[in-house]
């Protein structure tokens, strides 16, 4: 009898191997180590097998972990300050970005990081300007990390519509050299669960030389740009007052669309510019709720996706989208898809889980280890609760309905285990690794003092949400 670390048992397994959700049932799945073994009949198993840890899950669906291929997590703590708004980043946004300090982002992500990971999320592919504390805070809990250091030159402030930005090269140079010792100190390290990625905020926040050194630094280290394309009507207003065309052009000139490039929104992208990025083997983030709240606008993931190209989902930011739940944002790439679409067969629910999985990680460089159940594969994985309201009733014949309603109906408290690189790290929706609500009350301190420091510039900028406040509408 051969001895594993670990035996999953459940009625259903989403494996995602082959082109479409990989479902395997009558099986276990063994565990060793970090890894995946392979599954083996569930009827005659105890007889070549036997475990330390055997996880019986009676009445769950077990699936690869959930991807999240791009986060803001820092801006939590701004959460549900900038919706309901135009020109979203400098009147939403901002007054509140230029008021928050250090200690409130990282109290800002670890609320963050929890809630994605509590909703079934084991990767979290992290983008922001300091990088150190959250990659800490991910080693502690065992989750997995795809962490982005942010490079700008752009000087932060308000800019006023049609105002081009403020560089400062040598502020660049210095993010850039921060980046580089981050990468030196987090990048495959902690049994493999951190990767580092390089990002310049966008073609329209630095230079054109140094958005070159920088794709030169990650092919050199083997790694991938994770940058925002052509996110909104502003970037493409910059880079065609300042180099006289759109930013797929621009990037293209450049020698910037290739495989190491993930691109972030192409909000702005037109058909053929989708097209173009697609081909050039470049893969995509779209962040549907997020765009949708803060644009009005559903991005060309499916002309992305018909062009040959790989697109992972990503919830982007909680000022303007509210939440980390990749649940979230299944359920709306396909919503807003058929919307715009007038189709009701046009991003099924069977193709935004795989965005969620396998296809997400494809896009993030990382389907070597995750993103299926696989033989040989990083033991990341999570367990659906089927036995409650929003799962019930469970069809299996003529038609499986458990992957709709996963994406058309849960919330994400239906994940009651995750796991990670062999280790459980949530279960039954409790974290195993922190006191969650440490971080839950610490972040209720700040509050009242981001909002008081951000005030006067708030109501100064007299956006949507200042005049819905003197209206009594918030």
């Known amino acids: 009898m051969k001895k594993v670390d670990m035996i999953v048992k459940a009625p259903h397994f989403y494996t995602m191997e082959g082109d479409g959700v990989g479902y395997r049932t009558g099986v276990v799945m063994l565990v060793n180590g970090s890894k ?35 986060m803001h997590t820092s801006c939590n703590v701004m959460r549900g300050l900038a919706q309901d708004t135009n020109n979203w980043m400098m009147y939403g946004l901002q007054p509140f970005e230029n008021a928050v300090t250090a200690e409130e982002r990282d109290a800002g992500s670890r609320v963050a990081i929890i809630e994605a990971v509590k909703a079934g999320t084991t ?35 308000v800019y006023r519509p049609g105002e081009l930005y403020e560089f400062d090269d040598a502020a660049g140079e210095e993010d850039l050299r921060r980046k580089l010792a981050l990468f030196d100190r987090w990048h495959k390290k902690k049994d493999g669960r951190i990767r580092i990625l390089f990002g310049p905020q966008g073609a329209d926040f630095v230079s054109p030389e140094l958005l070159v050194k920088v794709q030169k630094i990650v092919k050199e280290k083997k790694t991938k740009l994770h940058m925002h394309v052509q996110q909104g009507d502003r970037e493409t207003y910059q880079i065609e007052k300042r180099y006289g065309k759109r930013p797929t052009a621009f990037l293209s000139e ?9 691109a972030v929104h192409l909000t702005d992208c037109s058909e053929e510019e989708t097209r173009l ?11 549907p709720a997020s765009i949708g709240i803060i644009d009005g606008i559903v991005c060309p993931s499916v002309t992305f996706q018909d062009a040959g190209g790989t697109v992972a989902l990503g919830s982007d930011q909680a000022p303007g989208n509210n939440c980390h739940n990749i649940i979230h944002e299944m359920k709306n790439v396909c919503l807003f898809n058929k919307i715009k679409y007038q189709n009701p067969e046009i991003m099924p629910a069977w193709k935004a889980l795989r965005m969620a999985t396998i296809e997400g990680a494809r896009a993030i460089g990382a389907d070597d280890i995750i993103g299926s159940l696989e033989a040989g594969k990083q033991a990341d994985f999570i367990a659906v609760d089927l036995f409650v309201p929003s799962m019930l009733p469970v069809y299996t014949y003529p038609m499986r309905n458990i992957v709709p309603n996963l994406v058309y109906s849960a919330r994400g408290n239906e994940v009651v285990l995750s796991v990670v690189n062999g280790r459980i790290i949530m279960k039954d929706q409790k974290m195993l690794t922190i006191d969650e609500q440490e971080y839950l009350q610490e972040i209720q301190k700040y509050p009242a003092g981001i909002g008081e420091r951000a005030s006067r510039e708030f109501f100064e900028i007299h956006g949507t949400n200042a005049r819905f406040m003197e209206e009594d509408r918030l």
Do not use: W
């Open 277 to 287: 990025i697609a081909r050039s083997g470049a893969s995509m983030i779209v962040n």
């Open 123 to 157: 990767c979290l592919g992290d983008y922001e300007a300091d990088m150190e504390n959250v990659c800490r805070f991910i080693d502690r809990i065992g989750v997995r990390g795809n962490i982005t250091q942010m490079i700008r030159s752009a000087k932060r402030r």
């Open 254 to 262: 450049l020698g910037m669309l290739d495989e190491s490039l993930i």
């Open 36 to 70: 995946i073994e392979g599954f083996f009949d569930a009827k005659s198993y105890e007889k070549e097998y036997c475990a330390d840890e055997v996880l019986d899950l009676p009445h769950h669906a077990v699936l690869p972990g959930f991807i999240d291929g791009h």
